[in-house]
């Protein structure tokens, strides 16, 4: 699953390729907390164990993709 991260106040955006079995309606509801102020930090583990940390009071909005998705890559329609 691919998670985007837009953080305030900066053009960044982290972007999180997640595992595939990351069950999606916990990641929502985390989501969901972090947007809310409830969880102060938004922590997550990628595919290849690594973990994030963003500051919730940083966090300006949260896509969550899915991996299973159709990537298009070039020009073709």
């Excluded at 390729?17 to 409830?38: F, I």
């Excluded at 930090?41 to 966090?59: C, I, M, Q």
Aim: net charge negative.
């Amino acid at each position: 699953m691919d998670v985007r991260i837009g953080i305030a106040d900066s053009p960044q955006i982290i972007e999180v390729d997640m595992d595939d079995e990351v069950d999606r309606a916990e990641l929502q509801t985390l989501v969901q907390d972090v947007l809310s102020g409830s969880t102060p930090v938004l922590t997550l583990e990628d595919r290849r164990g690594k973990e994030l940390s963003v500051p919730a009071g940083r966090v300006a909005w949260i896509e969550l993709g899915s991996s299973v998705e159709e990537r298009r890559i070039g020009f073709g329609a």
